[in-house]
């Protein structure tokens, strides 16, 4: 997964949360990170699918309480682009004709794990594109209707004509040959509002006409409804319309100067193209960057046409002016000006919202009210004019969706609080982080002879946004693809530090055992931060135990030896995790001072299965190079008893104690 790749939103079916999760591991161990949420009632169901978003519906064919066909009609009531993936435990023509035809998407053998995970891609693939058509053609449209307002309201006489006919044309352009019908001109040859010594130079252009190349400007003479010539300038341009290749036609009475740039009429001071030059000039760039968008732009343009939101520009442009006479304005869109706020007036934005409220707009005989909202983003020498400006624009964003006639201004904590509420791990990490609403757990590790000391594994939690408990295993697999993960450590080894330091001070002698990744190992710094820490708990290190697991200690050795070395002045320990008995790992504990080993949980299954042969020779290894072993998972008493004969000293698991919210066990029990 890498920074901008967000879960994938499954809603399960299933009989048990435990088939459920089933999923979850088949998505991470293929790299794909997943949040899922299991359904157990129709009624829940419906609540899911109207309260939030989701990418796909994964189940079988019924359960208890609910059953796959309720489960599509719902779907298809609410008419929600969700696709529905059958498990079936049978896979015949019969079963698979029948759910198509119902509306899943495909039918899978619940067997086969591999054909699921195509299948959920795959309809998640086809998804983001069904949503990138829908989000490309509102643009098109929104696209369509700007250059329309645009062409209509443009000072220059502009037509579209194709195979040379006209197919539309701007008021300016009617006016300039005394139409006052647009239907008297369409189907009008082009030929025909040409003086009879030009044609022959018209003919030509239009017959070795290239889109893609530039035309340049013809001075001619062209002919009214009247029959008298008037000089002007053409300019012939590609463009499309109605999607059908066709020419442009820009025309410029001879007595006016020519310019290609179509501009409305009310536009602010500075040209939109010198506005953006201005963001990525290196000297001139300005420190604020304002982000003004109109709220009801479109219902102004359908309510009250063209007029209306000429009227609505042309008073923005004035109010603007007042209160902002020192700043540079550009028209950027229809309801869009961007400001290069001058510091002098950045307290004036308030006002400026507040008269754009209260401002009464004339337009004929209607009076248009309307607001704004305003996003700000400070320069930042290392970004882009691009980046400047999408800031800025986010910003605003945020600022509407918190209600609108409002100020917001960029900032990273701005970024992960919209991230986090759709999901995005990354996002919720950085706010953990920030926030410092990471929460750490404590499993005692526990002496199987009760005469050695008490240790505690010091375990990360973390919440999504509605305080639901996130798996450990899928925010750390987000972290260490990311660059994160050291920052993570750091709090985690900060506050054990801090929740230990209390318990030395009270007489209270436990230890705590803490992981790190392969990103501490490659962090100069961590060994000086650890030693200040521990300097300023007055904390001895030897009460810390940092853990590494076995394949992390064999892929990075040399790392982990100078790791050891550098921390070994501190008195900390070292514990080796997720020990696989393999006779490489054996050979790399003669070579780096690890003093303990906690063992495979592969170990613990085999030992519940009374299969302890493996588990023996390798603790007969072990105890040859003096290791301390740690037996994790223990989840039965029978696996307890087992262990008496094995040679293990301590032992962990929810048998013994789940992890705990503070470091309350009784080791003496």
Known sequence: MNNTTRPVRLLTLEKSRNDAERWVKLFRAAGKPARVHQINSVEELEEALVTGLWDLLLSVEETPM??????????????????????????????????LDFGAADVVHNAHEEHMLHAILREISSLEYREQVLRLKKNLKDTEQRCQLLMDNAGHAIAYVHEGMHIDANPSYLELFGYSDPDDLAGMPLIDMVAAEDQPLFKSLIKHFKPGHEQPAVSCKLVDTAGDNFGATVILSEAVFEDEPCIQILVKAAAQPVSVTVQPESQPTQSRHDFLALLESEDHSPEILAYLKLEN????????????SVAVQDSIVELLSKHLPESQVTHYGDEVYLIAVNQNELGALTPLLEAIDKALISSGSQTIYTTASVGLAENNQDSSEKNFLERAQFACQLALEQGGNRIETFSQKSIDVKK??????????RQALENDSFRLS?????????????????????????????PAAEFISAAEESDMMPFIDRWVVRNAIKQLAKKFRKGDSVRLMVHISQASLEDK???EQLARLLNAAELPGHMLTLQMTDRMVQQ?????????????PLGCKFAMTQFSGEPRSLKVLEHIDMPFVKLDSLFTEKLERNDDSQLKKVTNNLKRLNKVIIMPKVESAQTLTSIWQIGVDYVQGYYLQPPMEAMTYDFSS
């Open 66 to 99: 609910v059953k796959a066909d309720q489960a599509i009609a719902c779907i298809k009531r609410l008419k929600l682009d969700i696709p529905v993936i059958l498990s079936v435990n049978e896979k015949n023509s019969s079963i698979v004709k029948h759910w």
């Open 525 to 527: 710094t961590f060994s």
């Open 442 to 470: 404590f499993q005692p590790i526990v002496s199987v002879t009760g005469e050695g000391l008490n240790y505690y594994e010091v375990l990360l939690r973390m919440a999504d946004q509605n305080g639901k408990e996130i």
């Open 556 to 568: 990075h050795l040399r790392q982990v030896i100078r790791f050891v070395e550098q921390l070994k």
């Open 297 to 308: 732009y479109d219902e102004i343009r359908q309510t009250a046409g063209i007029e209306g």
């Open 420 to 429: 986090a509420s759709n999901g995005d791990m990354l996002a919720m990490i």
